[in-house]
């Protein structure tokens, strides 16, 4: 039996289809979107479009923006010679909010993972092996993931690495295993860049 409308069936399919939302919140989200006005309803629908068609890859740091390069990248403040290696954008949020790192970000958009048939090829590897060419970078920070994907991206990446002469850290162990660098907390991360160590 059909309980909604074809339109609003095909509404919660959609908001389900989002990561971590179930079948209730997907209903709950849709019935808040109907109870938009008109206008708030396309603002809505054109805050989605105009995101989807501004938003792409940093050309240095392959993070999202709507410019040529990210406001950290395009920030002289920041310390060139260090670059943290991160799975996710998410996670360059998370580490900018302890307020403890100063140097730029590479984002990988995954993380190794035979399993999902995820492979080195479909990473943004090949650009941070082209700015680890600049004579200006000396550490390489490995802050993806502590669970197995990213432990194995973390040691792939640092044999690529190493024959550059720079020195390359893993965050210490402040981040849970099986964790996600998202999800932890602002001390935590701070403890765990404070505490990196080379690998």
Same mark, same amino acid.
Request: net charge negative; hydrophobic share 40%; glycine share 6%.
């Given at each position: 039996?059909?309980?909604?409308?074809?339109?609003?069936?095909?509404?919660?399919?959609?908001?389900?289809?989002?990561?971590?939302?179930?079948?209730?919140?997907?209903?709950?989200?849709?019935?808040?979107?109907?109870?938009?006005?008109?206008?708030?309803?396309?603002?809505?629908?054109?805050?989605?479009?105009?995101?989807?068609?501004?938003?792409?890859? /940093?050309?240095?740091?392959?993070?999202?923006?709507?410019?040529?390069? /990210?406001?950290?990248?395009?920030?002289?403040?920041?310390?060139?010679?260090?670059? /943290?290696?991160?799975?996710?954008?998410?996670?360059?949020?998370?580490?900018?909010?302890?307020?403890?790192?100063?140097?730029?970000?590479?984002?990988?958009?995954?993380?190794?993972?035979?399993?999902?048939?995820?492979?080195?090829?479909?990473?943004?590897?090949?650009?941070?092996?082209?700015?680890?060419?600049?004579?200006?970078?000396?550490?390489?920070?490995?802050?993806?993931n502590s669970n197995i994907e990213g432990?194995?991206?973390?040691?792939?990446?640092?044999?690529?690495?190493?024959?550059?002469?720079?020195?390359?850290?893993?965050?210490?162990?402040?981040?849970?295993?099986?964790?996600?660098?998202?999800?932890?907390?602002?001390?935590?991360?701070?403890?765990?860049?404070?505490?990196?160590?080379?690998?």
């Amino acid at each position: 039996m059909q309980y909604f409308a074809p339109p609003l069936a095909r509404l919660i399919e959609q908001f389900e289809r989002m990561p971590a939302i179930g079948r209730k919140s997907a209903q709950r989200l849709a019935f808040y979107t109907l109870s938009m006005t008109d206008s708030e309803a396309k603002a809505f629908a054109n805050a989605i479009l105009d995101a989807k068609q501004s938003i792409h890859y /940093c050309k240095v740091c392959q993070n999202l923006t709507d410019n040529d390069i /990210c406001t950290v990248c395009a920030d002289a403040k920041r310390d060139v010679s260090v670059i /943290c290696v991160v799975e996710d954008p998410k996670d360059v949020i998370a580490v900018e909010k302890t307020s403890e790192f100063k140097g730029l970000y590479h984002v990988l958009h995954g993380a190794i993972s035979p399993m999902d048939n995820i492979s080195p090829e479909q990473l943004k590897i090949k650009e941070l092996l082209q700015r680890t060419a600049d004579d200006g970078v000396k550490e390489i920070i490995m802050a993806t993931n502590s669970n197995i994907e990213g432990d194995a991206t973390a040691m792939y990446l640092s044999k690529l690495i190493k024959p550059f002469g720079i020195k390359v850290t893993r965050l210490a162990y402040g981040i849970p295993v099986g964790g996600e660098l998202e999800f932890a907390d602002e001390v935590t991360l701070s403890r765990a860049i404070e505490g990196r160590r080379e690998i």
